[in-house]
């Protein structure tokens, strides 16, 4: 049995300040269930670009450190956004470092799973099944399931609160699939007492 908390490394795809999969990713941080941390990757946008001239002892600190935090999590959770139909080249670059050495990457047989929001209605898919393709290639085990999050603009509050229930749960469900491909704690059980509220308040109301 697990007695340390399940860890989840998060990645979003975007630099931006107010960024949409960063929200969607924070969020999925915050509704995990217990047993389940996310450590949450800020410094994609300071890994330098990939190049094989540049690898063994020239490969720098942040490089190293960003391998060993994957190394040390039990699955990965990418939120990824869509440019011109794929995804962001920042986020491929991270993933080329973590896809080296040959044969020793630390991706290798990861439970994985992508995410991918973006203000038109069809939620990054094609950027999705990129990003699930690379880390395939890579060795990954990706957890075989899209979730996008469409109409990004419209499901935040300006703290980056999710307004849409719906999104909501398909992000809670993303999550328990991920943990329990990767064998973590089960999901919680329904809260008895809220459940019991709801439908008398449900029956109250039908009379
Ligand atoms: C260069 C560029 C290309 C884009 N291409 C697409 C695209 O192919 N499909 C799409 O849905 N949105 C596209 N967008 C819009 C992004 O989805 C939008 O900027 C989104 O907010 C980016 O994600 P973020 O909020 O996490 O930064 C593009 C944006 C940029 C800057």
Not at 25 to 32: D, E, G, N
Not at 88 to 117: C, F, I, M, Q, Y
Request: charged share 20%.
């Amino acid at each position: 049995m697990q007695t340390s908390p399940f860890s989840v490394f998060g990645i979003s795809g975007s630099l931006r300040q107010s960024s949409f999969n960063s929200m969607v990713l924070k969020r999925a941080a915050a509704i995990a269930p217990e047993g389940v941390e996310f450590d949450l990757f800020a410094d994609i946008g300071a890994l330098p670009h990939f190049s094989e001239d540049c690898e063994g002892e020239l490969t720098p600190t942040i490089v190293h450190d960003f391998r060993a935090r994957i190394a040390g999590a039990d699955a990965l959770f990418v939120a990824t956004p869509e440019y011109n139909g794929s995804m962001p080249g920042v986020l491929k670059n991270a993933l080329d470092w973590a896809s080296r050495p040959t044969g020793e990457s630390v991706l290798a047989d990861k439970p994985a799973a992508v995410v991918g929001a973006s203000p038109g209605g069809r939620g990054a898919v094609r950027a999705q099944a990129d990003a699930r393709k690379v880390l395939t290639a890579i060795g990954a085990e990706v957890v075989d399931r899209e979730l996008p999050v469409g109409s990004a603009h419209e499901l935040f509050d300006e703290q980056g609160v999710m307004l849409d229930q719906e999104t909501e749960n398909g992000l809670a469900d993303h999550v328990a699939l991920l943990v329990e491909s990767a064998g973590g704690p089960a999901p919680d059980e329904p809260d008895e007492l809220a459940t019991y509220s709801l439908e008398c308040q449900r029956r109250a109301l039908a009379g």
